[in-house]
């Protein structure tokens, strides 16, 4: 028997013969402050080498006649349970009491000028005088170790109390099933706005080392002609074909903003084109070729120093980048980005009509152009932003621009132009900016929306002032979108005629659906409880008018067009209601969707981009969920479509489990999903209009925090990611 084994028994405290189950031991002293490993034992390994280490036997009877024996760590004292239900409770309250507050508001008495009377909260946003009322309220929101201005109310109110309430149903295995924290969508795509702003990773080449060759030159701006042009009108064709004949000759004596403009007019191209034409005209893929020409363009931009260089051309070029980045680039930096075009449009007088400061004809057009343009952009950013549009200059008196074809303007032209009669190229562009136009005539568009939501919540509708405003607005809206097809298009006079059509019935559907009230819908009283069943049904609805405006498009070559207004948050949103929701006719509308989201939008099948792979898992939980709950009502399991064969090829996972087999939550009575005494999260009412930011969480399920264990967490999904599409 080795001498270290007979100091141990020699030491050993006596056996306990209880048979209740003890504790697990700890570390001793020695062993934790030595902060090496301990096998548990008294005296443990190290200990008796220590003792052994002085190779006297009588130092070892010395150790244990006087008592000193290898001891167990004091553990650290009992920490307080913590009771989250209760905290969670007290902020339920919070947010029901300022859903009270502004119900309360909605509900206030008339006063005799027609006009509802002022809430008594200063809190409240007030918007019955558009001029008076220019002020948005605002709040500075922590989001990500950054702060951001929001002035949307509902969002930057509750926006703190939302993320505590979701720190306290995280739990950190649901953090490492939907490895959120290892998806970082900026490092699967760069940010371009970041990199024009600072420079960035900026190619070694100078920026003519970055031009395609003659023959490509030719094909890209032919393309850009062909798709591109009829639907943005930023440039003037006929101005720009000598520059562009130029660069085919030899890019070097081109100046800067040239440049910058011509590789804008290249990355455009790339946008509309699809991997196999891009593949066949440049021997590479769409998104190598976007990267080649997108730096050529903030090269260039920066050599003609943008910011310092106040001239419409400098301003196209960066218009164009910009329109080119949607999509490809953080939300919030898009925003920023074209706060810039802003500005320097505001700089050089572009919100001011170019007749009342005596300019040219020919400019006066090209600026309307340019600052409508610039009007839309900044309209989407800023609601996809999560702020209202209060902050565009003001005043601003620029007029629509005429119904002329490109070839109806002369750079020498004298006398005022008038609108052509009869179809023109300028159809899409003219119905965009009639939306614009009807913003800025009605600027507190947003708080009728709100009005609208907030009847969910109560058992009364929107006063009589809100609801003559918004039919107002629509009527608006829809006399400007039908004088201009009336007056500016025929089917028969091209595809961009045909898609103007298709155009004007995507908006009004749009605009109509949204702002009708939640107890005049069909599944009011059934399906449609909360202002959450509410958002899953205008979720559905939005994807089902992009699937439709897909199909009923004839034309591929402007198939890019209809992409920028797919919102990938809502299909975020609406996969993440269907892993909860399983029956109803919602729920069947947006089960019919998912193929066609697979089927028109391939890159979602990309496993290079992370945020493609989070889509999958997320379509993935949905599946197996209704796989589960068909399996246990029906008793047959549903033959698996093949989407999801392409996605577990994808995701390179096994054939899983059903829903059923792996315990995974399903709930019947899940559309009616609300708070208690039927209030609602207030995240619920979180911009489910005209595409404003949410973070969708599911916060207001009974079971929520059952539920948030078995689904992906969705606040830790960045929906402010770049989307490639």
């Not at 924290?181 to 990199?195: I, Q």
């Not at 699937?547 to 591929?556: G, L």
Request: net charge neutral; charged share 20%.
């Amino acid at each position: 028997m080795s001498s270290a084994h007979s100091f141990r028994e020699m030491s050993a405290p006596p056996p306990n013969t209880s048979s209740t189950k003890q504790p697990r031991p700890l570390a001793c002293m020695l062993c934790q402050r030595r902060k090496v490993k301990c096998d548990r034992l008294y005296p443990c390994a190290n200990c008796v080498k220590v003792c052994l280490g002085k190779c006297q036997q009588h130092i070892v009877m010395l150790w244990i006649s006087s008592n000193t024996t290898c001891s167990p760590s004091i553990p650290a004292p009992v920490r307080k349970r913590r009771r989250p239900n209760a905290e969670l409770q007290a902020r339920l309250a919070r947010c029901e009491e300022l859903l009270a507050r502004y119900a309360a508001a909605s509900n206030e008495p008339l006063e005799d000028n027609g006009t509802v009377a002022p809430p008594q909260s200063s809190s409240i946003p007030q918007y019955e005088n558009h001029e008076v009322n220019w002020k948005p309220a605002g709040k500075l929101v922590t989001e990500g170790g950054t702060v951001r201005f929001m002035d949307n109310f509902l969002w930057a109110t509750v926006y703190e109390e939302l993320r505590g309430m979701r720190k306290l149903v995280e739990r950190e295995e649901d953090i490492a099933e939907a490895e959120p924290s290892d998806w970082d969508p900026g490092a699967s795509m760069p940010d371009y706005s970041e990199y024009l702003l600072v420079g960035g990773n900026l190619p070694s080449e100078k920026p003519h080392d970055l031009y395609p060759n003659a023959g490509q030159i030719f094909g890209l701006w032919q393309i850009f002609l062909e798709r591109v042009n009829s639907l943005t009108k930023v440039i003037h064709p006929p101005t720009l074909q000598q520059s562009v004949a130029e660069a085919a000759a030899g890019p070097g004596t081109l100046p800067h903003n040239i440049d910058a403009l011509l590789f804008a007019v290249y990355s455009m191209s790339i946008v509309s084109m699809t991997d196999d034409e891009c593949l066949a005209m440049l021997g590479s893929t769409c998104k190598a070729a976007f990267w080649r020409f997108s730096s050529g363009v903030r090269a260039s931009l920066l050599q003609a120093q943008f910011l310092k260089s106040h001239d419409l051309t400098t301003l196209q070029a960066l218009v164009l980048h910009i329109m080119s980045i949607q999509g490809r680039c953080n939300i919030h930096g898009a925003w920023v980005l074209n706060g810039i075009c802003v500005r320097i449009a505001q700089k050089m007088g572009l919100h001011r009509d170019g007749e009342l400061l005596g300019l040219p004809p020919f400019e006066t057009e090209m600026r309307r152009r340019i600052w409508w343009q610039i009007f839309m952009l900044d309209s989407k950013f800023s609601m996809i932003s999560g702020l209202s549009q209060s902050l565009l200059p003001r005043p601003s008196d620029c007029k629509l621009p005429k119904n002329l074809n490109d070839a109806d303007l002369h750079a020498g032209a004298t006398e005022r132009y008038q609108d052509r009669e009869g179809p023109t190229d300028m159809v899409i562009p003219l119905l965009v900016y009639q939306v614009g136009f009807c913003i800025q005539q009605q600027q507190d568009i947003e708080s009728l929306m709100l009005y609208n939501e907030l009847s969910t919540l109560s058992s009364g509708r929107r006063s009589k002032v809100q609801s003559a405003q918004m039919s107002a607005f629509i009527k608006n809206l829809e006399s400007r979108l039908n004088a201009v097809i009336d007056k500016n298009s025929d089917p028969t006079a091209g595809p961009v005629h045909e898609l103007a059509s298709l155009l004007k019935s995507l908006i009004l559907q749009k605009v109509q659906e949204t702002s009708r009230p939640p107890q005049e819908q069909p599944e009011w009283g059934s399906e449609i409880m909360t202002p959450k069943d509410n958002l899953f049904k205008w979720s559905v609805m939005t994807t089902e008018q992009n699937i439709n405006a897909y199909r009923s498009n004839r034309h591929p070559e402007f198939h890019w067009f209809l992409k920028l207004l797919f919102q990938y948050d809502v299909v975020i949103f609406m996969i993440g209601q269907l892993s909860q929701r399983m029956t109803g006719s919602i729920v069947e509308r947006a089960w019919q969707l998912v193929p066609s989201l697979y089927e028109f939008h391939p890159e979602f099948l990309d496993p290079s981009q992370e945020y493609n792979i989070a889509l999958a898992k997320f379509t993935m939980k949905a599946w197996k969920n209704r796989d589960g709950y068909l399996s246990c009502q029906q008793g047959l399991r549903p033959e698996e479509p093949d989407y999801m064969k392409r996605i577990r090829q994808m995701l390179g996972s096994p054939l899983n489990k059903s829903a059923a087999e792996t315990g995974l939550p399903v709930h019947e009575d899940a559309p009616r999903a609300g708070s208690q005494n039927g209030q609602a999260s207030m995240e619920q009412l979180l911009s489910t209009y005209l595409g404003a930011a949410a973070a969708w969480d599911c916060l207001a399920h009974p079971d929520e925090e059952r539920i948030q264990r078995q689904l992906p967490m969705f606040e830790d999904l960045d929906m402010t990611a770049p989307r490639n599409w």
